[in-house]
């Protein structure tokens, strides 16, 4: 799967609250899906499985994707986390309808981005 870019897509749970292509909060929408690259400890993520049907997090570390799943699991979220590399995704091209890198991307090669 390659990353293409589509700009500054980092967002914050602030900004997505009033992010105009967001589906109806508390109905995820039949196979639309949300990446979050470099999830940490799974806050966007967390916040996005009220909108997305597959709310997934990637993170390198092991810690960030244990602690999470901890989060997610006291929070009652179906979000998703997996222990990955950016470079090396477990995806397929077009599983995501949004991907978001929480300030990440910028990091990569250029040949990820073409």
């Known amino acids: 799967m390659k990353v293409v870019s589509m700009g500054n897509i980092g967002i914050l749970p602030t900004s997505l609250r009033s992010f105009p292509v967001l589906p109806q909060q508390g109905s995820p929408q039949d196979g639309m899906g949300y990446l979050d690259i470099g999830c940490d400890s799974g806050e966007d993520t967390i916040f ?40 090396c995704l477990p995806f397929g091209d077009s599983t995501f309808s949004m991907v978001s890198d929480g300030g990440f991307l910028h990091n990569l090669s250029f040949e990820m981005w073409v």
């Not at 092991?62 to 979220?77: R, T």
């Open 48 to 87: 996005t499985a009220h909108y997305f049907e597959n709310s997934v997090g990637i993170d390198i570390s092991s810690k960030a994707i244990e602690l999470a799943k901890d989060k997610a699991l006291a929070k009652g979220s179906n979000a998703k986390f997996i222990r990955a590399d950016l470079y």
